[in-house]
């Protein structure tokens, strides 16, 4: 059974600073990874989509990496703002579709 | 397309009463998921329809629940007779191929008191 781990849990940070949310998977026979955003009492927004041949992602001030054999992935926020703050979820998809981790709380303080 | 519609978005009931959740996926999608959210489980893949039939629904806890896809534009969670550890966001998505981006409804927060 697939398991998605989050680390860390929680992170705070002063902004304009760059960070790294980290994402971890223990079977590596998968279809692709996203990453998502929620926000409180809001449902999740896609932030990017790595296909299981690619090794990476970018959309503006944010680059996901995969590396499948390893079962990782990292989410790169650079130059984070307050507008930054949520929950990052990472989700894998497999044979059962998406196993979601239980997310990195981020807050960002001006 | 407004996305992915779910309502209620709030509902608090009573123990032992029936529950529906209502979700219309986006227009084209071809699959459409039901999720729970939990602070202790996170969120779980309950079931999962293909072109309105019903593929896995490995997920759904127990008997008490069911869901139905009665055409593309439509679907129910039911819950009956509910009860306080059913509390949670129910989230609804649906993408256009299985392994395709996933867009995820607004939830619904459900209250079991």
């Known amino acids: 059974k697939q398991e998605v781990t989050q680390i860390p849990a929680a992170l705070s940070v002063p902004e304009g600073e760059n960070l790294v949310l980290n994402c971890s998977f223990t079977?590596?026979?998968?279809?692709?990874l996203q990453w998502f955003r929620q926000d409180p009492g809001k449902g999740l927004t896609s932030l990017l989509l790595i296909q299981s041949s690619q090794r990476e992602q970018t959309s503006g001030r944010l680059n996901a990496s995969l590396d499948k054999s390893s079962g990782r992935s990292t989410l790169y926020i650079a130059a984070s703002q307050p507008g930054d703050s949520a929950t990052y979820l990472c989700a894998v998809e497999g044979y059962s579709t998406l196993t979601f981790g239980k997310g990195t709380m981020l807050l960002v303080s001006p | 397309d407004a996305g992915v519609i779910q309502s209620p978005r709030h509902e608090v009931t009573e123990m032992g009463q029936e529950v529906t959740l209502r979700c219309k996926p986006i227009s084209g999608h071809d699959y459409l998921f039901w999720y729970r959210q939990t602070m202790m489980r996170g969120l779980e893949l309950l079931i999962y329809f293909n072109n309105n039939v019903p593929i896995d629904d490995s997920g759904m806890p127990e008997d008490r629940f069911s869901a139905k896809m009665p055409n593309a534009s439509f679907s129910t969670l039911k819950i009956q007779p509910s009860e306080p550890r059913d509390s949670a966001v129910y989230f609804c998505?649906?993408?256009?191929?299985?392994?395709?981006?996933?867009?995820f409804g607004q939830g619904t927060r459900l209250t079991v008191v």
């Open positions: 998505a649906s993408s256009l191929e299985l392994w395709a981006e996933a867009f």
């Open positions: 079977d590596s026979a998968i279809y692709n």
